[in-house]
């Protein structure tokens, strides 16, 4: 685990050290054990290291005239297989000069054969160029500023800026975005002058030269894999096994963030197998959230499934409980605005600090997660969408009565699913003007599935399949528009991200699947985990998100995904004799949206003197008038949407309070 930063001189000028100290300086609040700074002139790089993979206390700081040099924040999970494959004479010890060699040995391609998380810059002095890549899902942080003169760049963006090689100057799209729900950009940061390198690309930057590419994207294949259903179990189990695997090994204690639900048990399980190999008589660390106060978001029972499953041969496992219903997003909004270099926009990012903090002091220096299985393996509801387009009604009530049956919620359930995967298939034929088979589905929608005809009217309006891509991605409700300052509303960076919300119309669970697979809030989330991972010195690693799994994922038959109203088909047959047959073949999953909603009460009059108080520049995004109503409605009626809206203007205030403090 790292941090990087760097400036290359692409006018022929000599790169500042004082500004790459200054970029240091302002990434200082990342975690280290060591430091190192380098220059020769043209170019100026820099890292701070956190010893957290083998052979990281051992990578060597550069020195001198040197014709390659690295900075890199990297965990390579192939490395016995690079190094046989390039043949190397020698095998690195630390990964960043595992990277560095292989570069040297094979040139840019070498990107598309690492395995793990990475983000690093190569300066190759002759060419007088720096070669960057990203990992395939945006684990690792990479931000940039570039003009004519000179190109910087650094793990988090703000150093850029602390260094006078940016303005600062704020970005009202990211910010129209965070207003929208819809941060979906791969690209943008809050500042204007800086973006982000995307996931799965390389950069090579030079006098004159700038050239961006991809050198992986998820896909779909031809052809669906075969085997039997055992097989394929069999292969998915492997995958995910191994992912864990190479997720274990670390210098620490290892420590899982559990939930009780399907991905962090199976990944806690297989974590507690992968280091009972590794470091015998090691235990895993489980880190969970609990809501005594409000049973409808608790998980204790299923948690404690976990912890009593196994025998012997696993590790141990040793528990750490947070009262997440006696703390709330309010309660850490300040570290969390101040570690995010923006309004905050996900609630829950409390428990991550907290859980974090926690395995901290116990001194766990990784962490796994589960994070996002769900999109990773899929839920295959887009079954329902496939067969309303073949017009299969008998099929599609089927699927639909089995798949919410098993959900243990049937009518609201069932309305949901005909809203977010049936009644977008209307506005689909309208616009390849199907009129005989859009008036044949709205037809069948009313009488044999029982969707009114106002319904039926709402989903032929413009914009009609934005609430399936919702569903698709994980999207929440968007702020209510009321709330947002008409001036705003009105502004060309507010309606050219408005705008730009995607609509695409995935029609068969492949496409749903990819979708999701392409989705900007993964790089998201996983800048967000970086950053507190980073302040709390605990780099956190994602199993779900190993291109291998991904790859195999992808190429899965329909079956697989969604079988007789069971989603995830794949991996509850493949964690047989892995996870307890409860959790195995679980329904539901607690809602945290109950604790949430009830959790801002406590602080209302904080937040009402938030608004009140804010810096004037708040009222050019919001309407002050307009959040005091809601926040009346809210302490009267409590509810998650509208919680959303007002933890976020919350954070707002204190990120521009933040702002003016700097």
């Not at 299985?373 to 509801?381: A, E, I, Y």
């Given at each position: 685990m790292g941090t990087i930063f760097g400036i290359l001189q692409r006018d022929g000028g000599d790169a500042d050290r004082a500004r790459l100290e200054a970029m240091g300086a302002a990434l200082a609040a990342r975690k280290a054990d060591r430091a190192w700074l380098w220059s020769n002139g043209v170019c100026a790089l820099g890292a701070r290291l956190l010893h957290r993979s083998p052979g990281a206390d051992r990578e060597t700081a550069p020195d001198g005239a040197l014709d390659h040099v690295i900075a890199c924040d990297a965990r390579i999970d192939n490395r016995q297989e690079l190094i046989a494959k390039f043949a190397l004479e020698a095998a690195p010890e630390s990964d960043s000069a595992l990277i560095l060699a292989l570069y040297k040995a094979a040139g840019p391609e070498i990107v598309k054969h690492l395995e793990g998380a990475f983000a690093f810059a190569i300066f190759d002095a002759r060419a007088q160029t720096l070669f960057c890549a990203r990992d395939h899902f945006g684990e690792k942080p990479f931000s940039y500023a570039l003009d004519d003169k000179r190109f910087a760049f650094a793990s988090e963006g703000h150093a850029i800026v602390a260094a006078n090689l940016a303005t600062g100057r704020v970005n009202d799209e990211r910010l129209a975005d965070f207003l929208l729900h819809n941060p979906d950009s791969l690209t943008a940061t809050i500042y204007e002058e800086i973006v982000r390198l995307p996931p799965a690309h390389t950069l090579v930057i030079g006098p004159g030269t700038c050239e961006i590419a991809p050198y992986w994207q998820p896909a779909i294949p031809a052809e669906p894999i075969g085997g039997s259903d055992d097989e394929i179990a069999a292969r998915f189990r492997g995958l995910l096994a191994q992912a864990v695997a190479c997720r274990v090994t670390a210098t620490t204690p290892v420590g899982c963030f559990l939930s009780g639900g399907l991905d962090s048990s199976a990944v806690t399980m297989l974590a507690r197998a992968a280091l009972a190999s590794e470091r015998p008589g090691d235990a895993v660390l489980s880190y969970s959230a609990i809501f005594p106060d409000v049973p409808a978001s608790d998980e204790r029972q299923w948690i404690e499934l976990v912890e009593q499953a196994g025998d012997a041969s696993l590790s141990p496992l040793r528990r750490h409980w947070l009262r997440a219903d006696q703390v709330g997003p309010i309660d850490f909004a300040k570290d969390l605005v101040s570690c995010l270099d923006e309004p905050v926009l996900t609630p829950?990012?409390?428990?991550?600090?907290?859980?974090?903090?926690?395995?901290?002091?116990?001194?766990?220096?990784?962490?796994?997660?589960?994070?996002?299985?769900?999109?990773?393996?899929?839920?295959?509801?887009?079954?329902?969408?496939?067969?309303?387009?073949?017009?299969?009604?008998?099929?599609?009530?089927?699927?639909?009565?089995?798949?919410?049956?098993?959900?243990?919620?049937?009518?609201?359930?069932?309305?949901?699913?005909?809203?977010?995967?049936?009644l977008p298939v209307l506005p689909y034929l309208r616009d390849r003007f199907a009129w005989l088979r859009m008036a044949r589905l709205a037809r069948v929608l009313r009488r044999r599935f029982g969707v009114s005809r106002k319904d039926i009217a709402k989903a032929l309006v413009p914009g009609g399949t934005l609430r399936l891509r919702r569903a698709l991605l994980g999207r929440g409700k968007t702020a209510g528009l009321a709330e947002i300052a008409p001036g705003f509303r009105a502004s060309p960076a507010f309606r050219r991200r408005q705008a730009a919300i995607h609509k695409d119309f995935p029609t068969s669970v492949a496409a749903a699947h990819l979708l999701g697979m392409q989705s900007p809030l993964i790089a998201e989330t996983f800048d967000l985990f970086d950053r507190i991972g980073s302040r709390l010195g605990v780099e956190m690693r994602h199993p779900f998100f190993d291109r291998r799994l991904v790859e195999f994922c992808l190429s899965l038959p329909r079956d697989q995904k969604v079988r007789d109203g069971w989603t995830r088909f794949v991996m509850r047959r493949a964690l047989g004799g892995i996870l307890p047959e409860a959790i195995r073949w679980r329904r539901d999953k607690s809602n945290l949206g109950h604790n949430f909603a009830r959790s801002l009460l406590k602080d209302s009059d904080a937040i009402r003197g938030a608004f009140r108080s804010a810096p004037d520049e708040f009222s050019k995004y919001w309407d002050r008038a307009a959040l005091e109503d809601l926040l009346r409605r809210y302490v009267s009626d409590p509810g998650a949407s509208d919680a959303m809206t007002l933890h976020l203007a919350y954070t707002h205030t204190l990120w521009l309070r933040q702002r003016s403090d700097t």
């Open positions: 829950n990012l409390f428990k991550t600090w907290a859980l974090g903090a926690a395995a901290r002091q116990d001194g766990v220096g990784v962490m796994l997660t589960g994070h996002d299985g769900d999109t990773v393996v899929s839920h295959g509801f887009a079954w329902l969408t496939e067969l309303t387009l073949a017009e299969d009604w008998d099929k599609l009530d089927l699927e639909l009565t089995r798949i919410c049956e098993l959900l243990d919620s049937y009518d609201w359930v069932r309305a949901a699913f005909l809203r977010d995967y049936v």
